[in-house]
C-alpha cells in the first residue's frame, strides 16, 4: 500500500464526535498506553485532533472532518479488532531558492527516534471560543516552522501544497514556505536547539539536511515518513 497524495487547494473543515468504544476495546488501549509511557516517560496524553474523514468536495477543495482525541486514542492501532481513527498531522515544505527542501531528523528522545521528515506536528484543537478552519491549520503549521527551525514565517506566507494520506490512513496537510538560504536555515535550526536545552527540554530534531531529489533522499540513513519521498519528488518536478 503506497502513498496518496492530493492537490488540494481549499479544506472545508467540520467536526465530527469520535466513535464509542466498548469496555474491552477501553482496557485493552488504555494497557497498550501505559505500556508505551513506561517505555517512554517522555509520551503525554495531551489532546489531539484524528482525522475523522477525507473526501473531495470540487476541483481542488477537500472535505475534512475532525475528531476530538488524545495521544491516547492511538493506542489502538495496537488492540486486535479495534479501529483508531487516522492521525491528523500538518509539515511544511520549506525550500531554499536553489530547489532543495529540508527534510529533518527526530531525536532520540521522540515517539519516531531517527526518523527523517518534513517539520511538522499533530494538529491540536482549537481553544474554547475558536475554530478549527483553513488559517488555524497554517497558523499551527508556522508555529511548527518556528518551534522546531526558528524559522518566523506568519500563516499568510505558508500555501496548502498538499494532502497526503499514509500506509497506515495517517492524514497529512503538507504546506509550502517561502525560500530561505541554506545558512539562515541552519542557523535557525542550531537556535532553537540551543533554545529547548536552555530551558531544559531536549530538542524533538537532532538533526537536518537538504535534499534535491528522492535519490538524495535515500543517501539519508534511518527510517524516513512513508509521505517524505513522494512529496520531495513531487517538488522537484515543480522548480
Excluded: K
Amino acid at each position: 500500500m503506497g502513498v496518496d497524495l492530493f492537490e488540494a487547494e481549499r479544506l472545508l473543515l467540520s467536526e465530527a464526535v469520535e466513535p464509542p468504544l466498548t469496555p474491552q476495546d477501553a482496557a485493552a488501549r488504555d494497557q497498550v498506553w501505559e505500556t508505551a509511557v513506561r517505555a517512554n516517560p517522555s509520551l503525554f496524553d495531551g489532546p489531539v485532533v484524528a482525522c475523522g474523514g477525507l473526501r473531495w468536495a470540487g476541483p481542488r477543495v477537500l472535505r475534512l472532518s475532525w475528531v476530538r482525541v488524545t495521544y491516547r486514542h492511538y493506542a489502538l492501532r495496537r488492540v486486535p479488532g479495534a479501529s483508531a481513527l487516522p492521525s491528523l498531522f500538518v509539515n511544511v515544505v520549506q525550500p531554499t531558492p536553489d530547489g532543495r527542501v529540508l527534510a529533518a531528523r527526530m531525536s532520540p528522545s521522540t515517539a519516531a527516534p531517527g526518523r527523517w521528515q518534513l517539520p511538522g506536528g499533530s494538529v491540536e484543537p482549537p481553544q474554547e471560543g475558536r475554530t478549527l478552519d483553513e488559517s488555524a491549520l497554517a497558523g499551527q503549521a508556522a508555529r511548527e516552522l518556528a518551534e522546531e527551525l526558528g524559522i518566523v514565517a506568519a500563516a499568510t506566507d505558508l500555501r496548502l501544497w498538499a494532502v497526503t494520506r499514509g500506509e497506515n490512513g495517517s492524514v497529512g496537510l503538507t504546506y509550502l514556505a517561502p525560500a530561505l538560504p541554506e545558512a539562515a536555515l541552519r542557523a535557525g535550526f542550531t537556535a532553537a536547539a540551543e533554545a529547548d536545552r536552555v530551558h531544559g527540554r531536549a530538542p524533538e530534531l537532532d538533526d537536518v539536511a537538504l535534499v534535491r531529489s528522492p535519490d538524495e533522499l535515500a543517501g539519508l540513513a534511518g527510517p524516513h515518513a512513508d509521505y517524505l519521498a513522494p512529496l520531495v519528488r513531487r517538488h522537484s518536478e515543480r522548480v
